[in-house]
């Protein structure tokens, strides 16, 4: 028998495609929402940092997902290992512009202009969003505040926030990076959460998959947030892989032994 079929599950556990209604709302995320709102009413740069596998991503889909599409328009790109050009490319094709020219100049002007048109045209507030930053080349950090930056305007019109693992903040840290590092009006470290958040976080994912009954022992659930160090994607892997053990093992409750052994085939 599978363990879904065991344990009566409706959908996969603990899986990575969660609905936006589905997120769990943590005092963290509500942290990271407050920076970027922050960060949009002043134009400025929002930084969001934490751990592989924290909750970063979905923290970025869970904000964005609240920001009504007739009053914002989001560019949301997922930065690469590339140079800024690839940046460019990314934003433009998110905005649906034909790229054409590979030229700097050309690029820059082409993702501005659509940037005014939404901020004057249509009256929207436009915000780029870039997950994994911590990729780009220093260069990148070098001269994205230009891209932010309208010279005939005054007040900018573009915010950013940047996303990415903790190692995105000494990449600020350098000379170059200082005009956009002195941009910065907000940070949020996302980091594991505590043995109570982590025994929120199954039964919210439990619940998700239909399950509403507790299923897992005391002694589980803390080999679970020890074993994970609080982070939620590994906490994901455990929780699954200590599920099928369980099943395979015809136990209608998780034990920290289960644990254990599902832990030897996760890195
Ligand atoms: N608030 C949340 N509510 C429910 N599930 C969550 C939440 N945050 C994270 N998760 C779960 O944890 C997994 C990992 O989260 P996410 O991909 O957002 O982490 P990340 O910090 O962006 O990781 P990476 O460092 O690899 O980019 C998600 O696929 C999801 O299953
Ligand atoms: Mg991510």
Do not use: W
């Not at 892989?241 to 254990?260: F, P, Q």
């Amino acid at each position: 028998m599978s363990y879904r079929v065991f344990f009566e599950f409706v959908q996969e556990p603990f899986g990575s495609d969660i609905s936006h209604k589905q997120i769990l709302v943590t005092p963290s995320l509500i942290g990271v929402e407050e920076r970027i709102h922050y960060a949009v009413r002043l134009g400025a740069v929002a930084l969001i940092t934490g751990e592989i596998g924290s909750g970063k991503s979905t923290a970025l889909r869970y904000v964005t997902g609240n920001l009504h599409p007739s009053e914002y328009k989001i560019i949301f790109v997922t930065a690469s290992a590339g140079s800024i050009l690839e940046l460019y490319r990314q934003i433009l094709s998110e905005l649906g512009i034909d790229v054409g020219s590979t030229s700097r100049a050309v690029m820059i002007r082409k993702i501005k202009h659509e940037v005014l048109e939404f901020v004057h045209g249509k009256k929207m507030k436009v915000v780029l969003i870039i997950d994994e930053a911590s990729l780009f080349q220093l260069g990148v950090f070098a001269e994205l505040h230009t891209l932010i930056q309208f010279e005939k305007d005054s007040k900018p019109f573009l915010p950013l926030v940047l996303a990415g693992q903790t190692n995105l903040i000494d990449n600020l840290t350098y000379r170059n990076s200082m005009p956009l590092a002195s941009r910065v009006v907000g940070k949020c470290h996302l980091q594991g959460v505590d043995k109570k958040g982590m025994e929120e976080y199954i039964t919210h994912h439990l619940s998700i998959a239909g399950v509403n009954r507790n299923i897992f022992e005391s002694a589980a659930m803390t080999a679970i947030h020890q074993g994970s160090g609080g982070l939620f994607r590994k906490a994901n892997h455990l929780a699954r892989g200590s599920i099928i053990v369980a099943a395979r093992k015809k136990s209608a409750m998780v034990t920290a032994e289960h644990v254990r052994l599902a832990a030897t085939e996760i890195f």
